[in-house]
């Protein structure tokens, strides 16, 4: 067999190995001498450069040579993209050793310990005062949400069902339909009103993710906020979607 040059910087070869029963394909720079390019396989195989030997073979998988010459660059051998370079361990390791990550040891830390750590991310929330752990923003958001939840609930109040309503939600035209439920729902927090309306302009049947809040007629139901819905004497309008 002749040993060549070749003129590529890099080369993709697949790296195979007697310890592992699975192949990587990795791209490597032919100025690599042979004892460095062991060096880099360390990571690939785990097995230690100074108990590597190595073998080139072809796209074909046809043996070509041993990689054998620690101070030969890689490109002075005949490797091309495709060849397979297969890695012989002898530190005695077996077969399989390194993919087995169940025997390896995990480190573990009481959450005590790991609470005494100042190098933690928790440690730094703690001391910049972000997220859980900004007492003043959170007891500021929960404020901020039971006022909201107060006056969803006042509005709601006002509210009864039975009563003929008109929503007026931002961005849609008005549209209405009878009140059917008022009150907290298991699909969102807060108050929302149950309307049936009068024309297939909703998005449900008045039941949400399984469970029935009232009864009407596919696309005749929605849930909306109170803030929205106005109730009064609103007599139905035929928007003509019967004849579309």
Excluded at 2 to 8: D, F, N, Q, R, Y
Excluded at 45 to 67: H, I, N, Q, R, T
């Amino acid at each position: 067999m002749e040993v060549t040059g070749l003129s590529a910087p890099t080369v993709t070869v697949f790296i195979s190995s007697s310890l592992n029963s699975f192949r990587s394909e990795k791209r490597y720079s032919r100025s690599l001498t042979i004892a460095e390019f062991k060096c880099k396989l360390e990571l690939v195989v785990g097995s230690p450069a100074s108990c590597m030997e190595l073998e080139l073979y072809g796209a074909d998988d046809k043996f070509y040579s041993k990689l054998d010459q620690e101070d030969a660059l890689l490109g002075s051998y005949p490797v091309d993209d495709g060849c397979r370079i297969h890695v012989i361990d002898h530190s005695g390791a077996r077969l399989g050793e390194y993919e087995d990550v169940s025997k390896v040891e995990k480190y573990q830390i009481s959450q005590e310990a790991y609470d005494q750590r100042q190098d933690s991310v928790r440690s730094f929330l703690k001391r910049s005062k972000l997220g859980r752990y900004n007492e003043e923003e959170r007891a500021q958001q929960e404020a901020e949400a039971a006022q909201r939840l107060n006056e969803e609930k006042t509005q709601a109040s006002a509210i009864s069902v039975g009563s003929r309503c008109e929503v007026r939600a931002a961005g849609q035209p008005p549209r209405r339909g009878t009140v059917m439920y008022v009150g907290l729902t298991d699909f969102k927090r807060g108050y929302w009103i149950g309307v049936r309306y009068d024309e297939p302009l909703g998005k449900n049947d008045g039941s949400v993710n399984g469970k029935r809040y009232f009864e009407c007629q596919d696309k005749h139901g929605a849930f909306v906020k109170p803030s929205v819905v106005t109730v009064g004497d609103f007599p139905e309008e035929d928007y003509g979607l019967d004849e579309m």
